[in-house]
Antibody, heavy 121, light 109 residues
């Protein structure tokens, strides 16, 4: 059974850096073709694809946010970390991590519960 | 970036009726199209991938069709638990982003 859970601060100040951790179980991020991604959703709005890291450490980012995002993995800890710099109130959203299996690279079959992040001074 | 446009924004349907949701891509995504269901306060759930393949555990009343730029999600007989927001996502183009539509809310008529 695959599970993922996001953790991190619920409140950050403008200009600060956000660091979110996705801790997962039920699969290995060293398995060929597997990835873990991050998606966010502002309150009442649609989903936005942010970043994805693959089993071989290949990394893909949303072009509009690429300069602010970094995604890394720690296979031994079953964790994926997303950092987003220079946070702004428009970045207030629920942030989800999700499992991307080989057969639907870029899409997600199992999602974490999400973590709400508010950007405010 | 490929833009995904869903219609209608809101669909009012009575329980037991059929619901038909549309998703259009600004350029061809082949069959690399997924549908998700999201209920209030919950994470999205994968329903359909490859435009027409039901994900594990998804009831047969959910079906997907289409290819290229035009896609449809059909719920054959709406159950109470089906009232939710539905999103399409393309995962075809490289490089990313693998964009989502803006969602269709299916509400009780």
């Amino acid at each position: 059974q695959i599970t993922l859970k996001e953790s991190g601060p619920t409140l950050v100040k403008p200009t600060q850096t956000l660091t979110l951790t996705c801790t997962f179980s039920g699969f290995s991020l060293s398995t060929s073709g597997v990835g873990v991604g991050w998606i966010r959703q502002p309150p009442g709005k649609a989903l936005e694809w942010l970043a994805l890291i693959y089993w071989d450490d290949d990394k893909r980012y949303s072009p509009s946010l690429k300069s602010r995002l970094t995604i890394t993995k720690d296979t031994s800890k079953n964790q994926v970390v997303l950092t987003m710099t220079n946070m702004d109130p428009v970045d207030t959203a629920t942030y989800y991590c999700a499992h991307s299996p080989e057969f639907i690279t870029g899409a997600f079959d199992i999602w974490g519960q999400g973590t709400m992040v508010t950007v405010s001074s | 970036e490929i833009v995904m446009t869903q219609s209608p924004a809101t669909l009012s349907v009575s329980p037991g009726e059929r619901a038909t949701l549309s998703c259009r891509a600004s350029q061809s995504v082949s069959s690399n199209l997924a549908w998700y269901q999201q209920k209030p306060g919950q994470a999205p759930r994968l329903l359909i991938y490859g435009a027409s393949t039901r994900a594990t555990g998804i009831p047969a009343r959910f079906s997907g069709s289409g290819s290229g730029t035009e896609f449809t999600l059909t719920i054959s007989s709406l159950q109470s638990e089906d009232f939710a927001v539905y999103y399409c996502q393309q995962y075809n183009n490289w490089p990313p982003p693998w964009t989502f539509g803006q969602g269709t809310k299916v509400e009780i008529k």
